[in-house]
């Protein structure tokens, strides 16, 4: 029987920005399967850890200058029914912003 031919993987970007930096980490394309799907098992599963951005970027190639998908997590995970928590990190530290010109 002949073998089956490997997809490439899928880049994923958790915090960093595609195209200028490298990507996070990958998982593995199945043809025939929805990114988002590829995605979603990925979260499911704790490949990325309990805490994840608001939004993850994807793409085929690991410096993509077109092509990148952004996945809104806490959309995804509505529309799915998984249970979680939204919370948001300050990357100010306390006090250092002025919040009174916004």
Known sequence: MPEQPVAPPLYVWLDAEPGI??????IEDTPGVPDIDLVLTAIVEGRFGPLLPS??????????ITGVRRIDVGRLLRERGI?????????????????SSR
């Open 83 to 99: 249970p979680h928590h939204q919370r948001f990190e300050l990357l100010t530290p306390p006090g250092k912003v002025d919040v």
């Open 55 to 64: 939004r993850i970027a994807v793409s085929p190639h690991a410096h993509p």
């Open 21 to 26: 930096s490298e990507p996070d980490t990958l």
